[in-house]
């Protein structure tokens, strides 16, 4: 097993970089694998969500170049793909079964898709029944919920005469993965596919049709894409993954909390539905500067967001700010540690269905540390600890429960913390963050990586 070993630290100063958005990347290789002709990618991550995605698709026929900087890939276009040799292989990655489960209902050909025990114990009723209503054969298995679909997702082929309808769904939870899985299979579909949200989820999907001349509206919550009279092909492109804003995350909190700080991320992506953590910071009162600098893939805002330490204020944090930062509230839990007061956190009950139940898991990591915390239902309340009044967070050793989030939230703790912490279970966290540990030392933070025995 391996483990994180951390040390209180002081001051982290430097610049870096963090790795592409995976969001952005997993829907820059299915668009590029759907296009007629190459299309170059740089700036992917190099993590095992993206690798599943590419390899699914590779599966389906689909070739792929990489180099160091960037990656070819040679579309096949929209009605290329092949039936593959065996079930595609998700791993971790929700995003790539939900998306690919949109795709590959369309096809002439059956598929599995299959993931690891963590990906096989979430919910996948919210996209096969809006599937299933627009006419595709997908079923999932039983599991601990009644009535719920789990992986592995077993999708048979349409036969000659069927195809996919028109769908008109109301999203009874603001999901990115299940719009962006009903955009998808709406490519293929013979009517309009119109997608209502309760609050906006994040966009990419979205702007990435746009760019490739996809006919998609989108108004508010509402997003519509009406096929009629279009050609149905997009040409290859070249594209650059902005860096990922829920790994900039750690550093910009780790920059916030410990004294005499300063972090500069560069390239990173500010999409307007992903910074709500960029807002929460600012509602902390945390000294964040953000440069504007162009646009990357599919028309994504880019920024240098620069970190300092300061003083934090409590936050309240709800509704649609919640959905523009769900990757990033464990992080957030941080922050609200080392914050002057009480921090709430509400309308996130959809941690539970996350690679671990992050509500749970993050209460019992904070009071690990020594942190006042109340688990509710949708969320935390978190008192923060105060130095100057004689409390602050003690060392800790901690299990990530194979979650790469909770993993890299209780390594920036341990950074604060009044001692040595252990972070157990941490393999998890090359899956979204390779080189994450490298790049901490690089700015000064005691940190070791060690193997033992589990």
């Not at 790994?247 to 500069?264: D, K, R």
């Not at 540690?337 to 009480?342: I, M, S, T, V």
């Amino acid at each position: 097993m391996r483990r994180f070993r951390v040390r209180r630290s002081g001051a982290l100063r430097g610049s870096l970089t963090v790795p592409g958005d995976k969001s952005i990347g997993h829907r820059a290789l299915l668009f590029a694998s759907l296009a007629e002709g190459a299309s170059r990618i740089r700036g992917l991550s190099n993590g095992l969500d993206n690798h599943a995605t590419r390899g699914a698709l590779e599966a389906m026929g689909v070739r792929f170049q990489t180099n160091e900087a960037d990656t070819t890939v040679e579309g096949v276009g929209l009605f290329g793909l092949k039936m593959p040799k065996s079930s595609l292989d998700c791993g971790n990655s929700g995003t790539t079964m939900r998306l690919l489960a949109g795709i590959v209902s369309a096809q002439k050909f059956g598929v599995r898709l299959v993931g690891d025990a963590s990906l096989s114990s979430r919910p996948m009723r919210r996209i096969v029944e809006p599937l299933r209503a627009r006419g595709a054969h997908i079923a999932g298995v039983r599991g601990k919920t009644e009535g719920e679909h789990y992986a592995p997702l077993s999708i048979a082929p349409l036969i000659d005469g069927e195809s996919l309808t028109g769908l008109r769904y109301e999203s009874p939870i603001a999901s990115a993965q299940v719009k962006s899985c009903l955009l998808l299979s709406g490519l293929y579909a013979d009517g309009p596919t119109t997608v209502y949200e309760p609050l906006l989820s994040r966009d990419h999907t979205e702007r990435m049709m746009l760019a490739l001349g996809v006919p998609l509206s989108s108004a508010g919550t509402i997003s519509v894409l009406d096929p009629a009279g279009w050609v149905r092909r997009w040409d290859g492109f070249d594209w650059t993954v902005p860096g990922d804003l829920s790994s900039a995350a750690f550093f910009l909190v780790a920059g916030a909390i410990v004294e005499g700080s300063e972090i500069e991320i560069e390239g990173v992506g500010t999409n307007p539905t992903r910074t709500g953590i960029l807002d929460a910071l600012r509602q902390a009162r945390a000294s964040i500067e953000l440069v504007p600098r162009g646009d990357g893939a599919g028309n994504e805002p880019v920024a240098r967001l620069v970190s300092r330490h300061d003083r934090i204020a409590p936050v309240r944090v709800g509704g649609e700010i919640v959905t523009r930062m769900i990757d990033e509230v464990p992080i957030l839990c941080a922050l609200a540690a080392c914050a002057e007061g009480r921090t709430d956190i509400r309308d996130a009950e959809e941690l539970r269905a996350k690679e671990s139940d992050r509500l749970s898991t993050m209460a019992s990591t904070l009071r690990a540390f020594g942190v006042d915390v109340v688990e509710l239902q949708d969320g935390l309340t978190i008192h923060g600890m105060q130095r100057g009044a004689g409390r602050w967070l003690t060392p800790a050793t901690v299990n990530a429960h194979g979650d790469h989030r909770i993993a890299m939230t209780a390594v920036v703790l341990g950074l604060v913390a009044d001692g040595e912490s252990i972070v157990e279970d941490v393999a998890c966290v090359e899956t979204s963050f390779p080189g994450f540990a490298e790049r901490l030392r690089a700015l000064g933070a005691d940190l070791v990586e060690e193997e033992v025995e589990a």
